[in-house]
Nanobody, 117 residues
């Protein structure tokens, strides 16, 4: 099994920045894509960004040019740099990882990001 632990959420003013991190542990052999989704109150969960094991990245249109996803060399930690934050970015952000070995997707517990003045 794979465990994911997120960190880095918080309260920030509009235009500010945050950095989210997600560390995988356990059976991390053959982790595939890792990424982030978010869920705002009263809304459906949506994809924010993800990065494949080969380093290809995909972003939601709403965050392109403002968020940057990266992955460490061991491919067990995924980071999300959030810049130029807007109030509409307020949500709980969930990290996920696809395990090619187990054929399953694992999720973190979520971290709150609040953008408000």
């Amino acid at each position: 099994q794979v465990q994911l632990v997120e960190s880095g959420g918080g309260l920030v003013q509009p235009g500010g920045s945050l950095r989210l991190s997600c560390a995988a542990s356990g059976s991390t052999y053959r982790l595939g894509a890792m990424g982030w989704q978010r869920q705002a109150p009263g809304k459906q969960r949506e994809v924010v960004a993800f990065i494949t094991s080969s380093g290809n990245t995909i972003y939601a249109d709403s965050v392109k040019g403002r968020f940057t996803i990266s992955r460490d060399n061991a491919k067990t930690t995924v980071n999300l740099q959030l810049d130029s934050l807007k109030p509409e970015d307020t949500a709980v952000y969930f990290c996920y990882a696809n395990s090619e070995y187990f054929g399953a997707t694992y999720w973190g517990q979520g971290t709150q990001v609040t953008v408000s003045s």
